[in-house]
């Protein structure tokens, strides 16, 4: 509108030339010209030329762009946004829905891709696709804390394929009301073990602990109502609030954005992490993948602050009360160990040492491992199984017995258990039980793991694949060098013998 004013007012009251005026302003001559034309135009057409200049030059110019083709939204873009839509349709029918990836996560895999498209052009082509309208935002007021005075704790559950098999997941995340700093952790189930195990691990991870922790109405928190408003805390809330003597604050019911920083990070963790990727091999590989993305997180820029997490988290540390040391958190139950040497917790079954068939032994549960001690000394130890009537044996605590019952091997529970040992018995000793038990024995007494074991039946089996047996095995693996064992030095006479003996022992084996 400037401009226009310019050029109208050099060239009707100063006099100037098109070319001056394209000169002075820096204007193409084609514009000035049109403004001059219109203006022209416009006063000898009109009945009252006064109101009508005026209103012309008052108005913002006026841009005939037709119908513009879509730059940035190619036919390549628009195939990779509907197929991450697809995907997020999958993920509904597989009843992940919360881990469905939004356009802010379809527009950040874009310019990863090297995309050059906005949020907006993305977001425009996702409602036109979905049939979506715009949806009335709710207003929210922003709050105050002071550093290290609040931290706010809940629960989210996630659905991930570990090897194959579809399985639910408790998310328990910790954020920090000031610095919006993020803590995650995976377990298999929502109970009173993971409740404290979780906090553990959060202020052994921070090195201190906040002054009030904030919690909605879970169970595993609240033991039960009394009267309309007053909460009574659960045996283990109260045991970590006397260990680490932190203060505690309940929600009211149905109120969860009284923790709305909290609200807001499990679904923000759950999204970033497992909406892009929710395929994993184990428990233990998901958890390191979750451990990542939170740093990852923590160390990005927010937009109300311009501050990262791990920042703002810096100021508050020194704020933060003493860490007084981990709370030891387990259940603890006397079990009498059955005629299979097992014991029996929540319908699953866990070895323990042969030798203690029909004695009472003390096991200690975690949320994720289930510990036997006999006489004050650990006797087993299995990773904790949630599912119902499982085994879970270890080979090792029955070689004595299969040594009398060598038959019994073939088709035992303890055998299955270990894929690898069961393919290894298939594969070369199905007419030697013995000597695979002898194998067995020697391995334990001499602590050689399950992988050591494996890449030595490859190197025999490179050696000599038709003939593998337990002396030579046992040879292999009684004659590796110790990785921290230093080079001696040798005359060329022991060089020499010990080269012979070498040759020798290689013709050994290959008979």
């Not at 002075?24 to 084609?30: A, D």
């Not at 922003?142 to 005075?149: E, H």
């Not at 091999?281 to 997180?297: N, R």
Request: hydrophobic content about 35%; glycine content about 6%.
């Amino acid at each position: 509108m400037y401009t226009k004013q310019e050029i109208i007012i050099r060239s009707h009251r100063e006099g100037k030339s098109h070319r001056q005026i394209s000169r002075e302003l820096q204007i193409n001559r084609k514009t000035i010209r049109k403004y001059i034309d219109d203006y022209e135009h416009l006063q000898a057409g009109s009945a009252q030329p006064e109101t009508a200049l005026s209103t012309y030059l008052s108005s913002l110019p006026i841009y005939r762009i037709g119908t513009r083709s879509k730059v940035r939204l190619t036919q390549e873009v628009q195939s990779f946004i509907d197929a991450h839509l697809e995907a997020n349709g999958k993920k509904v029918e597989q009843g992940m829905r919360k881990q469905i990836l939004k356009s802010i996560d379809i527009l950040q895999l874009l310019h990863e891709q090297g995309f050059g498209i906005g949020y907006t052009t993305v977001c425009n082509y996702i409602r036109e696709k979905l049939g979506k309208s715009a949806i009335p935002q709710e207003t929210f007021i922003r709050q105050q804390y002071p550093p290290g005075s609040t931290c706010e704790f809940d629960w989210g559950e996630i659905k991930l394929n570990i090897a194959g098999h579809q399985l639910r997941f408790q998310l328990a995340v910790f954020t920090s009301a000031y610095s919006n700093y993020r803590y995650a952790m995976i377990y298999k189930r929502q109970d009173t073990l993971a409740f404290m195990e979780s906090h553990v691990s959060f202020f052994e991870h921070i090195g201190g602990v906040y002054h009030q922790m904030v919690y909605d109405n879970m169970r595993v928190a609240v033991a039960k109502f009394v009267g309309k408003h007053e909460k009574e805390p659960t045996r283990a809330l109260l045991q970590l609030k006397g260990h680490y003597q932190f203060s505690h604050r309940f929600c009211n019911a149905c109120s969860g954005n009284e923790k709305g920083h909290v609200e807001r990070s499990v679904e923000y963790i759950r999204r970033k992490a497992f909406g892009f990727k929710s395929d994993f091999a184990s428990f233990e590989q998901a958890q390191q993948y979750l451990e990542t993305i939170v740093s990852k997180l923590n160390q990005a820029k927010q937009q109300l602050t311009g501050r990262t997490a791990m920042e703002m988290f810096a100021d508050e540390k020194d704020l933060l009360w003493q860490h007084t040391g981990s709370l030891a958190c387990s259940d603890s139950v006397q079990l009498r160990v059955d005629k299979y040497a097992t014991i029996s917790y929540c319908t699953n079954r866990y070895s323990v040492s042969e030798k203690l068939v029909g004695c009472f032994v003390e096991v200690k549960i975690f949320s994720n491992t289930v510990e036997s001690y006999f006489e004050n000394k650990q006797v087993a130890s299995h990773q904790r199984d949630y599912g119902k009537h499982q085994w879970v044996i270890d080979i090792e605590h029955y070689l004595e017995t299969l040594r009398q019952k060598p038959g019994a091997l073939n088709g035992s529970v303890a055998l299955a258990c270990r894929p690898y040992l069961k393919q290894l018995y298939q594969q070369f000793y199905t007419d030697a039980p013995r000597d695979f038990i002898d194998l067995l024995h020697y391995c334990r007494e001499h602590k050689i793991s399950e992988e050591n074991l494996e890449g030595t039946v490859l190197r025999l089996v490179g050696l000599c694949p038709q003939s593998i047996t337990t002396e030579k095995l046992t040879a292999l693996l009684g004659n590796k060098p110790r990785e921290d064992a230093k080079p001696v030095a040798v005359n060329n006479q022991t060089a020499n013998l010990a080269k012979e003996q070498l040759k020798q022992v290689t013709a050994l084996l290959m008979n």
